[in-house]
């Protein structure tokens, strides 16, 4: 499977995902990453990663990905990950500086669930918190935007214009859930951070296909398509980008039961590694 790229709507996603052999994320705006997977050079392309869980086929790459940035770039990395990371990942970066007698440019930032950084002009980054067997964090990419207050709709431009150098505020705040990435999660997650049904863009990880890993699913912490199609009538987002399957299963398998168990959110589903003529 190669990576795959998405336009959903401004947001452009590219990633590559399989479990147990690695995951990453690129999306634009703002330019982050979500997971690093073994080093990808489209990750190495990010100064914010953001790290959900510290499982090596999600986090091997951290090194990887300092070193070429540090190197090659020149330029400095943030990585966000749930404070309960950041000690044994500084260790492995340390030691891996150490192997290459170089002194990587980055910065770790622990994070709780609900805690927030910026990552750009009007964009934000959300933690919210998943279910996972280890540490694990889920982050949501939050726009903050103005809006024009009810009262002076219709307005003429100039005639607002001179209302805001009269100091009156004519716009209201507001934000909106852009994309939400859940990194490994069991079904814990859709109680914990039930927002996740509301996102316009969620990419949620989808491992086990078959009746025979059901449990598997429960003691992993991983999403079985069973917990997905318990919960079909949630699912209120724009796109949804299902990955992390299984090398158990194939993609073709995955969109079957997509269109015969989901249909009313078929046509929202996005797969990894589906080119446009397996679509359909
Ligand atoms: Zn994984
Ligand atoms: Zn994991």
New binding site residues.
């Given amino acids: 499977m190669k990576p795959t790229t998405l336009q959903l709507g401004h947001l452009r996603l590219q990633g590559f995902s399989q479990?147990?052999i690695e995951?990453w994320f690129r999306v634009h705006p703002p330019g982050l990453a979500f997971e690093a997977g073994h080093g990808a050079p489209q990750v190495a392309g990010a100064s914010d990663l953001f790290l959900p869980h510290g499982?090596l086929?999600?986090a091997l790459g951290v090194p990887y990905v300092l070193s070429q940035r540090t190197r090659h770039q020149g330029k400095g990395t943030r990585i966000v990950c749930p404070s309960d990371v950041v000690e044994p990942l500084d260790g492995m970066i340390r030691a891996t500086g150490a192997l290459e007698r170089t002194e990587y440019d980055y910065q770790i930032v622990g994070v709780a669930p609900g805690e927030r950084v910026a990552v750009a002009r009007d964009f934000e980054v959300e933690s919210f918190a998943t279910d996972h067997v280890v540490p694990s964090l889920g982050y949501h990419l939050v726009h903050r935007k103005h809006r024009l207050k009810e009262a002076y709709r219709g307005r003429p431009g100039p005639e607002l214009a001179r209302l805001r150098s009269e100091g009156v505020v004519t716009e209201d705040p507001v934000e909106e859930l852009l994309l939400s990435y859940c990194g490994?999660t069991g079904a814990g997650v859709f109680d914990l951070e039930p927002r996740v049904f509301e996102t316009q863009v969620l990419l949620l990880?989808c491992t086990f296909l078959d009746a025979s890993k059901r449990d598997s699913a429960a003691r992993y912490k991983h999403l079985h398509f069973e917990d997905l199609a318990a919960r079909a009538e949630r699912f209120e987002n724009r796109a949804l980008v299902l990955h992390?399957l299984s090398r158990r299963h194939r993609v073709a398998d995955l969109r079957r039961l997509v269109d015969e168990r989901l249909p009313g959110l078929a046509p929202r589903v996005h797969l990894l590694g589906e080119s446009d003529e397996e679509k359909r």
């Fill in positions: 479990a147990g995951t499982h086929d999600h490994d990880e992390h």
